[in-house]
């Protein structure tokens, strides 16, 4: 029974959300915010390996999700939709339903190849480097994209929309919700599996002190690397979910703000904390919809609200606890790893 | 046999010579100490035989092989462990976690194991944890397994710090400073500790050490540096008796 608990509770939360939907219970408003939370789950959580795990500073996380965000909406477009940019779509579009996935995953891995590529360089330097070369890579990657005029330049690129509608076309169903939860879950067993292997204790012996890890046999510049490769590819279908959800990309919507945005989350829910991340990402996105009247005042009101974390709860919400040490009771009803 | 052979070494820090020709070797199953007036350049050695500095001329080599280019990791990985002069524990990791990543140089499993679960995955994860939980149990700490080496009263965590560099089976231990900061009590138990692992494992041991009630009791044979210099050589009693490090230690009566 413990086995089983959440997969079980996972479903049925899937079923539900996908069933509201389907129905026109909840409108495509809240879908839609329902769907943020899902993506800005991944988001929190994987640059949570980093900067609460690794304890490295990386504070350009919105370029990968960029760089996942256009990968896989170009593929998308290409492939599977009639366009201006490419013309009649490569593939049948009726395989748009089995083919997003993979599409997908093709933008986490272009991602996860520009992380290779920041990474390699940053990690030679050490502390407050890496912070500075993530800013800048974050700006490398918008310039570069506003820049190719081929993909829309600074007026963005957009047509994934039609994506969505070959999709329908396959089965009338509410897709993105599907997409978003699968890979949320996916992305949360990836970070979990990996920071309870022994491999990855060593990310947190690094953050403990480097150089014991280093003389006690931990490969440092490796793990370093794989960590940041694997959260730059997880932000990178982050980015994926993104655009298909909002249906169009621009350079704008990727900028040093929504690094911010990540950053913000997961100091809200505490360092390393996979289930703080999520409870963050969740309370984050509530917050961000419900102070929208607010609009400019909004960007007063946030990083206001990173102020008063750090000042009266520096370790965020949880900590570095997950949920099960909280409550452990909890740990009776179910078995998750 | 020679477990470890140091040739020549020399290690220069923007001019400063450290260590300067230093000529060494650690034989097979041998218990040595190391000893030397404040920065005579003892840490300095420790921290080339460990990977941790190349050498600038000089070579170390460890079962005939030289060290020289390897990584700290792969020195590791080759069989040369050690334990620092103020405990280098990951404090936020409980002890049991500490002795598993100490075994990283032999993990046996890929990413793609890692994520899939392969059963070649779970065999060696509880393998590993078999041979931590093994090893605690040996030493009798398998009671704080679950805590945090923060937590716990100095001499357990030189205890532990000895089991987590015990845990990767290396065939040269370098103690540095084991007996720093402990109680005269504490003392007595470590030197109990380090023979009894000499006893037990199969391996060298070269240590550090400024009390000589430790270095006098377990050594078999001393090296006394000064100046990054190599004064003297041999037996505990002959080490006693001679005068350059008497010299080195007290001053020149002379003066």
Redesign the interface.
């Known amino acids: 029974m413990k086995r089983f608990s959440v997969p079980l509770l996972l479903i049925i939360l899937l079923l539900t959300l996908m069933g509201l939907a389907w129905f026109e219970i909840i409108d495509i408003y809240i879908q839609t915010i329902i769907l943020f939370m899902g993506i800005n789950i991944i988001t929190s959580t994987s640059l949570n390996l980093v900067n609460g795990n690794m304890g490295e500073f990386s504070c350009g996380h919105a370029g990968f999700i960029a760089v996942g965000a256009y990968v896989s909406s170009l593929l998308s477009v290409a492939l599977f939709t009639k366009s201006k940019t490419f013309g009649a779509p490569l593939l049948p579009p009726e395989l748009a339903a089995y083919g997003f996935p993979l599409v997908l995953i093709a933008g986490g891995l272009a991602a996860a190849l520009t992380g290779l590529l920041v990474a390699l360089p940053s990690f030679r330097t050490r502390d407050d480097y890496l912070a500075i070369i993530t800013i800048a890579a974050n700006y490398i990657i918008i310039s570069t994209i506003i820049n190719i005029d081929q993909i829309g330049g600074a007026r963005g690129f957009m047509g994934m929309k039609r994506v969505i509608f070959a999709m329908e076309q396959c089965a009338e169903i509410p897709w993105m919700i599907l997409w978003v939860f699968l890979f949320m879950v996916l992305s949360i067993i990836?970070i979990r599996?990996?920071m309870s292997?022994?491999?990855?204790?060593?990310v947190?012996?690094i953050r403990?002190?480097e150089?014991?890890?280093?003389?006690?046999?931990?490969?440092?510049?490796r793990i370093k690397l794989?960590t940041f490769m694997i959260s730059s590819g997880l932000a990178g279908i982050a980015g994926g979910l993104y655009a298909h959800t909002v249906g169009y990309v621009n350079p704008k919507s990727f900028d040093l703000l929504k690094s911010t945005e990540a950053l913000v989350m997961v100091y809200l829910g505490g360092m390393g904390s996979i289930s703080g991340s999520i409870i963050a990402a969740i309370v984050f996105t509530l917050l961000l919809e419900l102070l929208r009247p607010l609009q400019i005042i909004k960007w007063v009101a946030i990083p206001l609200l990173l102020i008063i974390i750090m000042q009266f709860r520096p370790e965020g919400i949880m900590g570095?606890r997950e949920l099960g040490d909280i409550f452990p009771r909890l740990k009776k009803f179910y078995k998750f790893? | 046999m020679t477990l470890l052979e140091i040739k020549d070494l020399t290690q220069l820090f923007s001019g400063l010579c450290a260590v300067s020709e230093l000529n060494l070797n650690i034989e097979e199953r041998e218990l040595v100490g190391l000893i030397g007036p404040n920065g005579a350049g003892k840490t300095t050695v420790f921290n080339l035989a460990s990977g941790f500095y190349q050498p600038t001329y000089g070579a170390i080599l460890f079962q005939g092989r030289n060290l020289a280019g390897l990584k700290p990791h792969q020195v590791s990985a080759l069989g040369i462990a050690r334990t620092f002069q103020n405990i280098r524990l990951w404090k936020e990791m409980s002890v049991l976690d500490n002795i598993l990543v100490a075994q990283h140089f032999n993990l046996g499993y890929g990413l793609g194991g890692l994520f899939f679960r392969t059963p070649r995955y779970l065999k060696r994860e509880s393998e590993i944890r078999h041979k931590a939980h093994e090893l605690l149990e040996i030493f009798k700490i398998d009671n704080v397994a679950e805590e945090k080496p923060g937590n716990l009263p100095y001499g357990m965590q030189r205890k532990v710090e000895i089991v987590r560099a015990l845990s990767s089976g290396p065939r040269l231990l370098l103690l540095d400073e084991p007996a720093a900061g402990l109680q005269s009590a504490d003392v007595t138990e470590l030197i109990a500790l380090i023979q009894w692992v000499f006893d037990q494992f199969d391996l060298s041991i070269w240590m550090i050490e400024h009390q000589m009630k430790v270095v006098m009791s377990l050594c078999s044979r001393i090296a006394v540096i000064d100046f990054g210099k190599l004064i003297a050589s041999g037996t505990p009693t002959e080490i006693q008796q001679n005068p350059a490090v008497i010299k080195a230690y007290l001053g020149d009566d002379q003066l």
Do not use: F, H, L, P
């Open positions: 990836i599996r990996y292997s022994t491999y990855g204790k060593g947190e012996a403990q002190d150089v014991a890890a280093e003389i006690m046999s931990v490969n440092t510049n794989v570095n790893k």
